[in-house]
Structures are given as C-alpha cells and as structure tokens.
C-alpha cells in the first residue's frame, strides 16, 4: 500500500487511476492540422470552383518567423476599386493551421482601395495563400511559404 496525502492506496487503486487518465487522454480530440488537401478543397469551396490566377495579388508576410506567435499579415490587391472593376472579397489560408481558412474579407467600390493588414498565429511551417475575388468572376491570388523557427530551432 502506498501513502499519498494521508489516505492509503492499493496498488489496483493506483492502476485503475491510472488508467483512467489514459482512457481520458485518448477521448480528447487531437488539435490536428489542415493538410494541402483539405485547403485545397477549402479554397474551391469558398471560390465556387473558380480556378485563381497569379498576379494582381500581393501578400506580404515574412518568409522566415522567429515563433510565429503573432506574425502580421499584408494583402494588397492591384484594383481600380470602380463600380464596374473592383475586389469583392480576399480571403486567407493557411495550409497548416487546425481549420484552413484564416480571413476573409468583403469589399465594395465604396471600400477605396484592397489593402487589409492583420496578424496571425503560425505553429509550423506552412504555406499562407490570398486569393482576391473580382467583380467580373475572376480570383487571382498569391501563395508564400512562411518558415516558423521557434526561436530558432527550425519548424
């Protein structure tokens, strides 16, 4: 028998405790990551299978991070912002992070320009993409890899 703040304790009692947790641990959801895939698959359903072109898209974001922890984000869409030539929506993925989809954001003529900033959290190294949703049906949009080093120590 084993003493442990003043009440004794079988060794069967001991190992069925034990085995709880186990059973407990093994019953909690895993905080999993999105593959390529499943962003791919996230990307086509918020694009209505429209397929993105390069260019008009520009993310600006650091390639390397040092922890990823806050890691502020740019996107500049190349746009008139015209009644009959403007972004109605940017959308951000991530392809590592639990769920893909980032940010969006939806925009009017009235917006003035496509320019959103913001910060993220990274937990790996991954893959960040934008795509820019245009008034005449076309999506463009820009991918980078961003390094996350973990103060230094490769991810």
Same mark, same amino acid.
């Given at each position: =028998? ?9 060794? #069967?009692?001991?190992? /069925?405790?034990? $085995?709880?947790?186990?059973? $407990? ?9 999105? +593959? ?7 990307? #086509?359903?918020?694009?209505?299978? &429209? +397929? ?10 650091? %390639? ?16 008139? =912002?015209? &009644?009959?030539?403007?972004?109605? /929506? ?5 392809? *590592? ?10 925009? +009017?003529?009235?917006? *003035?320009?496509? %320019?959103? &900033?913001?910060? =993220? #959290?990274? &937990? ?5 993409? /934008?795509? /820019?949703? =245009?008034?005449? *049906? ?13 103060? *230094?120590? $490769?991810?």
């Amino acid at each position: =028998m084993t003493q442990m703040q003043g009440r004794a304790w079988s060794r #069967r009692g001991v190992l /069925a405790v034990a $085995g709880a947790g186990v059973v $407990g641990a093994l019953t909690i959801p895993a905080t999993g990551r999105a +593959t390529p895939q499943e962003a791919d698959d996230f990307a #086509r359903k918020i694009l209505g299978g &429209a +397929t993105a072109k390069s260019g008009k898209v520009q993310l600006i974001v650091k %390639d390397v991070a040092e922890s990823g922890a806050n890691e502020p984000v740019r996107v500049v869409v190349d746009s008139p =912002m015209s &009644a009959a030539d403007h972004v109605k /929506a940017i959308h951000v993925l991530a392809d *590592g992070n639990p769920f893909p989809g980032v940010s969006s954001w939806f925009l +009017t003529p009235k917006s *003035g320009k496509a %320019d959103v &900033a913001f910060r =993220m #959290r990274l &937990a790996k190294t991954q893959v960040v993409r /934008a795509y /820019a949703v =245009m008034s005449d *049906g076309s999506v463009w949009q820009a991918s980078q890899e961003v390094k996350v080093t973990i103060g *230094g120590c $490769g991810g």
